[in-house]
């Protein structure tokens, strides 16, 4: 396969779904990656041209390397699968109930990106999106940002895996810097989906989230490596 080629993980639905279908439209072979055959092959019928299905569960080594295995190009990878499934404090929040986010959201993200690192790693423009939140900044959560409860310290597991995430981000984004990859984070904004039903009301569009992961995506070789960026492109505080 000669075309630039992406994957998005957990592309089934969501925001992950807009980021297959904008990278798709931008005339990219995208692999939708869905843990699910079905969900998969359903948004991928939705997208149309340029998608394929890959059958892809973070949180399972075996099917990692399955997955990998059928990919012999790629050229962005977006880690956008995750869960939240808990708002509660850290003290009122199991350690199983961290251990299972962590699984989703940190090591699944560092499964399937060393997984794939060898397939990037033979692209000419690798880029790596890594998609976080804005409630995972430190900063925002110590100087309140309206878009989330000041200092209520809720969604802990969540939060912090993100912030975790933030670090894999920077870590990653210096051991390849010498071998032309980008590697940012990306705050979606708070958006309307089965992830965030509270923002219905707010009636944030997964699409207008998507543009911002598109944007990291097709970095251009002087694009910024190791940020921390908002959906509309400004840096967000770590
Ligand atoms: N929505 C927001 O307001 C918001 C804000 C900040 C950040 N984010 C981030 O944006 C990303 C996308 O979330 P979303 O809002 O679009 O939520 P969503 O609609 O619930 O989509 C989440 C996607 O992740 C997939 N997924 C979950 N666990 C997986 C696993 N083990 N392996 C593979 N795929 C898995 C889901 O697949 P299934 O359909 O099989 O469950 C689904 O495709 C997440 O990383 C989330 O943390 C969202």
């Given at each position: 396969?000669?075309?630039?080629?992406?994957?998005?993980?957990?592309?089934?639905?969501?925001?992950?779904?807009?980021?297959?279908?904008?990278?798709?439209?931008?005339?990219?072979?995208?692999?939708?990656?869905?843990?699910?055959?079905?969900?998969?092959?359903?948004?991928?019928?939705?997208?149309?041209?340029?998608?394929?299905?890959?059958?892809?569960?973070?949180?399972?080594?075996?099917?990692?390397?399955?997955?990998?295995?059928?990919?012999?190009?790629?050229?962005?990878?977006?880690?956008n699968a995750g869960i939240s499934p808990s708002l509660a404090p850290p003290a009122d929040t199991d350690v199983e109930e961290f251990r299972r986010t962590y699984e989703t959201n940190v090591f699944g993200v560092l499964a399937v990106t060393n997984a794939f690192l060898p397939t990037l790693r033979r692209s000419p423009r690798p880029r790596i999106v890594n998609v976080s939140s804005g409630t995972a900044s430190l900063t925002w959560s110590t100087n309140p940002n309206p878009q989330f409860t000041p200092g209520s310290g809720g969604a802990a597991a969540y939060r912090s895996s993100k912030a975790a995430l933030n670090a894999l981000t920077v870590f990653y984004?210096?051991?390849?810097?010498?071998?032309?990859?980008?590697?940012?984070?990306?705050?979606?904004?708070?958006?309307?989906?089965?992830?965030?039903?509270?923002?219905?009301?707010?009636?944030?569009?997964?699409?207008?989230?998507?543009?911002?992961?598109?944007?990291?995506?097709?970095?251009?070789?002087?694009?910024?490596?190791?940020?921390?960026?908002?959906?509309?492109g400004a840096p967000v505080p770590w």
């Amino acid at each position: 396969m000669n075309e630039r080629t992406a994957l998005v993980t957990g592309a089934n639905k969501g925001i992950g779904k807009d980021i297959a279908r904008l990278l798709a439209a931008e005339g990219l072979t995208v692999y939708v990656g869905s843990r699910d055959r079905g969900r998969g092959q359903r948004a991928v019928e939705e997208i149309g041209a340029g998608a394929r299905l890959l059958v892809l569960d973070v949180t399972d080594p075996g099917g990692i390397a399955q997955a990998a295995a059928q990919v012999d190009r790629l050229d962005v990878l977006v880690n956008n699968a995750g869960i939240s499934p808990s708002l509660a404090p850290p003290a009122d929040t199991d350690v199983e109930e961290f251990r299972r986010t962590y699984e989703t959201n940190v090591f699944g993200v560092l499964a399937v990106t060393n997984a794939f690192l060898p397939t990037l790693r033979r692209s000419p423009r690798p880029r790596i999106v890594n998609v976080s939140s804005g409630t995972a900044s430190l900063t925002w959560s110590t100087n309140p940002n309206p878009q989330f409860t000041p200092g209520s310290g809720g969604a802990a597991a969540y939060r912090s895996s993100k912030a975790a995430l933030n670090a894999l981000t920077v870590f990653y984004a210096q051991t390849l810097a010498g071998e032309g990859f980008k590697v940012n984070a990306l705050a979606p904004g708070l958006r309307s989906t089965d992830l965030n039903p509270r923002a219905a009301a707010a009636g944030g569009d997964p699409a207008e989230a998507a543009q911002g992961a598109l944007r990291l995506a097709l970095l251009p070789d002087d694009g910024p490596t190791g940020g921390f960026f908002s959906w509309d492109g400004a840096p967000v505080p770590w």
